[in-house]
């Protein structure tokens, strides 16, 4: 029997923006595993050197997959590319198939984005702001529209710490309107250099682009049946449909890549501070839900009032501060060892922003160099030092989300659960009041030995990476030890030329 929002998605046509990107690909398997969704529109650009039907055609091959093709072995053949690009004017959608669009689709769901921190402004800006103003414009020509997403993230406002889901026009030093419209008229190099003027007290180009294009659905989303949904920093699956699994190495994964590979030993970060996680299928959950209660709550929106807006971000009643998140991050090293180790996996957090390059200095650079000498002397390519560079140059881009913590406002996103039936609160999970932090990490560990690291769960594999374990921490202790020693002898040698 159907629930309220598979019913709901029954024969739709949903045309979705981001559609290869992390969560836009469990969105696309959660639509097509539990509801008869009739089509979905994916618009999806070249990139490096695969055209859009290769990026799609890799799918069949991928685990977020499986559980799917396993009980719908056609169900991907509902997927048509649109091929476009948020950078393209127009997006580079053809004119054909705009009229498509117009004459089939009735949700959107846009979430193209560029996410990296430091993007140079003018590209930014095309992709998260101005397209945003062109999906509107185009979805203001669907003739059977019932229900607009906007993906932006909590962190769209983080230039205050207390963040209500509502929108924050006033932290902008110039509307959405007048900053697309200076970049009409300058040159990129030009829009670049303008980047600290325009940004004020946003800490990247990603923030600012994204509370700009929050700033474009305010002022011209209209009577869009729209509602904006922002997700807290996105990491691994809890359970569906594979638990832990994820295909990239962005923010908190990326130090827990380093850290179980021995790599990162030091990192910066409030040891007070909270860890705004939210797994992936909880985010892919929340957005369908949300997808169906804007589609309940138009039918045409009252042009003075102002579209919903839902946040998932960790329960206040379930928190994870950082340090918890440092130790969830080693607490499986001795059961789900890695096999390719360079050394015993520890992680130091330095509270102090100063302290941390000379912390890495003594932790990272120097190691490394030992490193790359040893490589260089049996004839491989060396690599460490260029590593820690890229780490230690990520490390500072993140180095305001690392000290900072906010408090977020959950309201909509509590009613929109409260409105749901037991059987959708089961089957689109977003509850992370009752998330169980310990158990969500050994399975994100074990995902990203599997899915990033492309090690096998098996018994052989996991004997393998015990040996190197037990080997790695004797070495370390081992070092411990004679440089506390040689510590002890200097501070010893001092005392007594002072005495």
Same mark, same amino acid.
């Given at each position: 029997?159907?629930? +309220?929002?598979? &019913?709901?998605? /029954?024969? /739709?046509?949903?045309?979705?923006?981001?559609?290869?990107?992390?969560?836009?690909?469990?969105?696309?398997?959660?639509?097509?595993?539990?509801?008869? *969704?009739?089509?979905?529109?994916?618009?999806?650009?070249?990139?490096?050197?695969? +055209?859009?039907?290769?990026?799609?055609?890799?799918?069949?091959?991928?685990?977020?997959?499986? *559980?799917?093709?396993?009980?719908?072995?056609?169900?991907?053949?509902?997927?048509?590319?649109?091929?476009?690009?948020?950078?393209?004017?127009?997006?580079?959608?053809?004119?054909?198939?705009?009229?498509?669009?117009?004459?089939?689709?009735?949700?959107?769901?846009?979430?193209?984005?560029?996410?990296?921190?430091?993007?140079?402004?003018?590209?930014?800006?095309?992709?998260?702001?101005?397209?945003?103003?062109?999906?509107?414009?185009? @979805?203001?020509?669907?003739?059977?529209?019932?229900?607009?997403?906007?993906?932006?993230?909590?962190?769209?406002? #983080? *230039?205050?710490?207390?963040?209500?889901?509502?929108?924050?026009?006033?932290?902008?030093?110039?509307?959405?309107?007048?900053? !697309?419209?200076?970049?009409?008229?300058?040159?990129?190099?030009?829009?670049?250099?303008?980047?600290?003027?325009?940004?004020?007290?946003?800490?990247?180009?990603?923030?600012?682009?994204?509370?700009?294009?929050?700033?474009?659905?305010?002022?011209?989303?209209?009577?869009?049946?729209?509602?904006?949904?922002?997700?807290?920093?996105?990491?691994?699956?809890?359970?569906?449909?594979?638990? &832990?699994?994820?295909?990239?190495?962005?923010?908190?994964? @990326?130090?827990?890549? &380093?850290?179980?590979?021995? *790599?990162?030993? $030091?990192?910066? #970060?409030?040891?007070?501070? +909270?860890?705004?996680?939210?797994? $992936?299928?909880?985010?892919?959950?929340?957005?369908?839900?949300?997808?169906?209660?804007?589609?309940?709550?138009?039918?045409?929106?009252?042009?003075?009032?102002?579209?919903?807006?839902?946040?998932?971000?960790?329960?206040? &009643?379930?928190?994870?501060?950082?340090?918890?998140?440092?130790?969830?991050?080693?607490?499986?090293?001795?059961? !789900?060892?890695?096999?390719?180790?360079?050394?015993?996996?520890?992680?130091? #957090?330095?509270?102090?922003?100063?302290?941390?390059?000379?912390?890495?200095?003594?932790?990272?650079?120097?190691?490394?160099?030992?490193?790359?000498?040893? !490589?260089?002397?049996?004839?491989?390519?060396?690599?460490?030092?260029?590593?820690?560079?890229?780490?230690?140059?990520?490390?500072?881009? !993140?180095?305001?989300?690392?000290?900072?913590?906010?408090?977020?406002?959950?309201?909509?996103?509590?009613?929109?659960?409260?409105?749901?039936?037991?059987?959708?609160?089961?089957?689109?999970?977003?509850?992370?009041?009752?998330? +169980?932090?310990?158990?969500?990490?050994?399975?994100?560990?074990?995902?990203?030995?599997?899915?990033?690291?492309?090690?096998?769960?098996?018994?052989?594999?996991?004997?393998?990476?015990?040996?190197?374990?037990?080997?790695?921490?004797?070495?370390?202790?081992?070092?411990?030890?004679?440089? @506390?020693?040689?510590?002890?002898?200097?501070?010893?040698?001092?005392?007594?030329?002072?005495?």
């Amino acid at each position: 029997m159907e629930t +309220d929002i598979q &019913g709901f998605y /029954k024969d /739709k046509v949903v045309f979705l923006t981001g559609a290869t990107g992390f969560l836009g690909k469990v969105i696309i398997e959660k639509l097509l595993r539990t509801t008869e *969704v009739k089509r979905i529109y994916s618009m999806i650009r070249p990139k490096r050197g695969q +055209d859009i039907q290769e990026r799609l055609a890799v799918w069949k091959k991928e685990p977020l997959f499986e *559980v799917l093709l396993q009980s719908k072995p056609k169900a991907l053949e509902r997927i048509f590319i649109i091929a476009g690009d948020c950078l393209e004017k127009d997006l580079g959608i053809s004119k054909t198939d705009r009229q498509l669009l117009s004459s089939e689709v009735h949700i959107v769901i846009h979430g193209a984005a560029t996410v990296r921190f430091n993007e140079p402004l003018h590209v930014a800006l095309a992709i998260n702001t101005r397209a945003t103003k062109l999906m509107l414009q185009l @979805a203001k020509e669907m003739v059977h529209l019932e229900a607009y997403l906007h993906i932006s993230t909590a962190f769209s406002n #983080c *230039v205050i710490f207390r963040i209500e889901e509502k929108f924050y026009p006033e932290h902008l030093t110039c509307d959405s309107g007048k900053v !697309l419209a200076i970049s009409e008229l300058l040159s990129d190099q030009m829009m670049d250099n303008l980047t600290p003027t325009l940004l004020g007290s946003f800490p990247n180009t990603y923030t600012y682009t994204k509370a700009l294009a929050e700033d474009v659905i305010l002022r011209e989303s209209g009577d869009l049946p729209l509602s904006i949904f922002r997700p807290a920093i996105i990491i691994a699956t809890h359970k569906e449909p594979v638990s &832990g699994w994820i295909d990239n190495l962005y923010g908190p994964i @990326a130090l827990l890549y &380093g850290a179980g590979h021995g *790599v990162l030993r $030091v990192s910066t #970060c409030n040891k007070n501070g +909270d860890a705004s996680l939210v797994p $992936v299928d909880y985010c892919a959950n929340m957005a369908l839900a949300s997808i169906w209660q804007t589609s309940m709550e138009k039918t045409q929106r009252d042009l003075k009032s102002q579209p919903a807006i839902y946040t998932l971000a960790p329960s206040k &009643g379930n928190l994870l501060n950082n340090m918890d998140f440092v130790k969830h991050s080693l607490s499986c090293r001795e059961d !789900l060892p890695l096999t390719k180790m360079i050394w015993y996996p520890f992680v130091h #957090c330095i509270s102090t922003p100063w302290l941390f390059p000379l912390a890495a200095f003594f932790y990272h650079t120097l190691p490394g160099y030992f490193f790359d000498l040893a !490589l260089i002397l049996s004839g491989r390519k060396p690599r460490l030092v260029k590593l820690y560079r890229n780490i230690h140059a990520n490390i500072a881009i !993140l180095q305001h989300f690392m000290h900072n913590s906010w408090s977020f406002e959950t309201k909509s996103t509590d009613r929109l659960r409260a409105v749901m039936s037991l059987e959708d609160r089961r089957l689109y999970s977003f509850d992370m009041e009752a998330l +169980d932090w310990k158990k969500y990490f050994e399975t994100a560990l074990l995902g990203m030995r599997l899915f990033l690291g492309k090690e096998p769960p098996t018994k052989e594999s996991f004997d393998q990476g015990r040996r190197l374990l037990r080997r790695l921490k004797i070495l370390h202790y081992s070092l411990m030890t004679v440089l @506390a020693a040689i510590a002890g002898w200097i501070l010893w040698t001092l005392v007594k030329l002072i005495i």
